[in-house]
């Protein structure tokens, strides 16, 4: 019985509810983490191997001095 007004048939109302917002995190979740598998992929398929042999000793001392300060890296 409802809590709120003693009717009948809500509980399985409010059940199916849950799972609808349980199905939307689960979209959502799975959203974020392709997303994220995708930003990986760039960084280690493009980003990282560009830099790895565009960047010389004084690029990667650019890149660690900035890190170091937590500022974002010049292009």
Known sequence: MCEHCGCRGVEPIAALMDEHHASDAASL????VAALSAHIDREDLGIF??????????GWNTVDTAHARGAPAAS
């Open 29 to 32: 979740l799975d959203r974020a």
């Open 49 to 58: 191997p560009v830099a790895v042999v565009t960047l010389g000793a004084s």
